[in-house]
């Protein structure tokens, strides 16, 4: 069963209602009816081409990329959002690989990996603009200036493994966007960091959600 309101911030996100219905009845056969209606959690989710798709985007739009003024501080905090060892790029590279590797009966979880690392990028987007108008070079080392390494992916060896380490990567992203938010005064990054935090929590949510489908 999943865990009603384990961090899943309330009914306003897509992910409310899911609980329950079970996974997406997987993709469509070729020539299927697009007027099928559809089942469990598809009802809220998002269609791209003939697959049926969960939104991993909280709601509402993301704020232009803008600060008050330039500070080397803020963007060092930013650069280990961007590519520090439990950053963005490592989330990307992460659920890319999970993505790959999940057995072919399970696509809707490749398919949800796949989502929530596009949403990564955008956020790796727009952390990336925002270190530029702070005056910083947005290359893809933390705060310490250590190259991105990849070894700070969590391969692991089986689905159940990598979702658990999925949920964990979200749980450290939330605590490292919080701790981040409390050391920023500019209210723009505040902004950004509000909603790219809505984002983590509801790929929280979805993750956790999943592991219910996997031995
Ligand atoms: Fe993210
Ligand atoms: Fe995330």
Redesign the pocket.
């Known amino acids: 069963m999943i865990e009603q309101g384990s961090g899943f911030p309330g009914s306003g996100l897509p992910g409310a209602g899911l609980p329950g219905s079970g996974p997406p009845s997987g993709r469509p056969e070729a020539g299927a009816s697009e007027s099928a209606a559809p089942q469990g959690p598809v009802r809220r989710a998002v269609r791209t081409g003939q697959r049926q798709r969960i939104c991993a985007a909280a709601p509402g739009p993301y704020p232009d990329p803008a600060v008050k003024a330039p500070s080397p501080e803020y963007a060092a905090l930013l650069l280990d959002d961007f590519a520090g060892r439990d950053g963005?790029l490592t989330?990307i590279c992460q659920y890319s690989y999970h993505h790959l590797v999940v057995p072919d009966h399970l696509a809707w979880i490749a398919d949800l990996l796949e989502d929530v690392a596009i949403?990564?990028m955008r956020?790796l987007e727009l952390l990336g603009e925002t270190i530029r108008l702070l005056g910083a070079d947005p290359r893809f080392y933390g705060e310490d200036g250590v190259s991105w390494d990849a070894r700070s992916v969590a391969y692991r060896d089986n689905l159940r493994l990598q979702l658990e380490a999925d949920v964990e990567a979200e749980r450290g992203?939330i605590a490292q966007y919080e701790r981040h938010f409390s050391l920023i005064a500019d209210p723009h990054i505040r902004q950004l960091l509000t909603r790219?935090i809505a984002?983590?929590q509801l790929h929280l949510f979805l993750f956790r959600w999943a592991l219910n489908y996997v031995r």
């Open positions: 963005e989330a949403v990564e956020h992203a790219i984002d983590e």
